[in-house]
């Protein structure tokens, strides 16, 4: 079935600092992909999504491009905030409309 | 922007015990409503789908008699954990939608812990 693989965390980078946060995914057909992003105490809210190959979608300066060749969707942000510190899930769709997640990504960001 | 609410954010209960977990969508009217399971460091994995007025449809492996889950209105479903046992502690995350092509719209979760 369909299945999607995040880095693992947690990650910790320091304020204004890149971030890359890998994403890969294997299905049948092309899925939309999604990043949600929670932020303690809260739900998950989508972040941004791509719903077909060579799409980028962005959102708050975080950007992620839809690659069919390497089967990825990485999430990247040139300069992140102590504001970014969540937990970051990748997410595929295929043609059941079921959400596929991967396990999550903690990010802090420390000023 | 849509807006989804979970009560309890978290319940304890005793083993044996059956457990309420509600699901509301606020300010729009939700056709379907999903339950996820998410365990420590791992991903969130459905459980079931459920349209407003008819029986939910379970992913495979889900005992529906174990987890009951009603969709009785377009703002509410419930989620009962039957005769909960330790190893039903766990989070418990729902998401609304307008309808199945839309987008989902999450709650904030419910932890359960069954001692």
């Known amino acids: 079935g369909d299945s999607v693989t995040q880095m693992e965390g947690p990650v910790t980078l320091s304020e204004e600092a890149f971030l890359t946060i890998n994403c890969t995914y294997t299905a049948t057909g092309y899925p939309s992909l999604f990043w949600y992003v929670q932020y303690p105490g809260e739900g998950l809210q989508l972040l941004l999504k791509?719903?077909?190959?060579?799409d980028k979608g962005s959102n708050k300066g975080f950007e992620a491009t839809y690659r069919k060749e390497t089967t990825s969707f990485h999430l990247e942000k040139g300069s992140v905030q102590v504001s970014d510190s969540a937990v970051y899930f990748c997410a595929s769709q295929g043609g059941s409309e079921k959400l596929v997640f991967g396990k999550g990504t903690k990010l802090t960001v420390n000023p | 922007g849509a807006v989804v609410s979970q009560h309890p954010s978290r319940v304890i209960c005793k083993s044996g015990t059956s457990v309420k977990i509600e699901c509301r969508s606020l300010?729009?009217?939700?056709?379907?409503m999903f339950w996820y399971r998410q365990f420590p460091k791992q991903s969130l994995m459905l459980m079931a789908t459920s349209n407003e007025g008819s029986k939910a449809t379970y992913e495979q492996g889900v005992e529906k008699d174990k987890f009951l889950i009603n969709h009785a209105s377009l703002t509410l479903s419930t989620l009962t954990v039957t005769s909960a046992h330790p190893e039903d502690s766990s989070f418990y995350i729902c998401?609304?939608?307008?309808?199945?092509?839309?987008?989902?719209?999450f709650g904030p979760g419910t932890r359960l812990t069954v001692t």
């Open positions: 300010d729009f009217q939700a056709t379907t």
């Open positions: 791509a719903t077909k190959a060579d």
């Open positions: 998401s609304a939608s307008r309808g199945r092509a839309y987008e989902q719209y």
